[in-house]
């Protein structure tokens, strides 16, 4: 079945830099794009934006230009966030997620919890 | 960019009743609006696509209506497990975006 695995929680201070990841299994990696989602805490969801995992090129919303980068490691079947310059506003889980045909996001990681603290 | 407008943002309700939660667009998206719960523990489950259409395993008291710029997810016997946080998202232009959800509580 297709599953999509996080990695786990992260503390950082603000200024430092981090780096989530999520390992997909049981489809062809590449046949699908990756999008990301941010969720502050008791917040809703917000799309950050997505790679295309056959191409490697990602795509930002403009919230998410400049300190965010998405990249893949498709060897492993896996795609990775990482954000630099890390700030209190930062703090949030993150969901990596499949989009299919249909627009719909319909697999998802388990998130993973960022806390931006000093 | 698109605004999703979710009300309501919280609802009490009890087992068996008849819930809708309501999304707006802030323009047409020609039905392409999907829905998602979100349970207390973070993990999020689609639950309607395109509207209308029921994600595969989705109990059928789940349904989505609507149109233009309004669209609405009922339930029609609340169970147990359905009190969660609920959002729509749409997918007619980007950026992606979500309303801003409804918590579904029991009364």
């Known amino acids: 079945q297709i599953q999509l695995v996080q990695s786990g929680p992260e503390l950082k201070k603000p200024g430092e830099s981090v780096k989530i990841s999520c390992k997909a299994s049981?489809?062809?990696?590449?046949?699908?794009?990756m999008h990301w989602v941010k969720q502050a805490p008791g917040k809703g969801l917000k799309w950050m934006g997505w790679?295309?995992?056959?191409?490697?090129?990602?795509t930002y919303a403009d919230d998410f230009k400049g300190r965010f980068v998405f990249s893949l490691e498709a060897s492993a079947s896996t795609a990775n966030l990482q954000i630099s310059n890390l700030k209190n506003e930062d703090t949030a889980t993150y969901f990596c997620a499949t989009v299919d045909l249909s627009g719909l996001f319909d697999y998802w990681g388990q998130g993973v919890m960022v806390t931006v603290s000093s | 960019d698109i605004q999703m407008t979710q009300t309501p943002s919280s609802m009490p309700a009890s087992l068996g009743e008849r819930v809708t939660i309501s999304c707006r667009a802030s323009q047409g998206i020609s039905n392409y609006l999907n829905w998602y719960q979100q349970k207390p523990d973070g993990t999020i489950k689609p639950l309607i696509y395109?509207?209308?259409n029921l994600q595969s395993g989705v109990p059928s008291r789940f349904s989505g209506s609507g149109s233009g710029t309004d669209y609405s997810l009922t339930i029609s016997s609340l169970e147990p497990e359905d009190f969660a946080m609920y959002y729509c998202q749409q997918y007619d232009s980007s950026p992606l975006t979500f309303g801003s959800g409804t918590k579904l509580e029991i009364k």
């Open positions: 049981g489809y062809t990696f590449t046949d699908y794009a």
């Open positions: 395109y509207t209308s």
């Open positions: 790679i295309n995992t056959y191409t490697g090129k990602p």
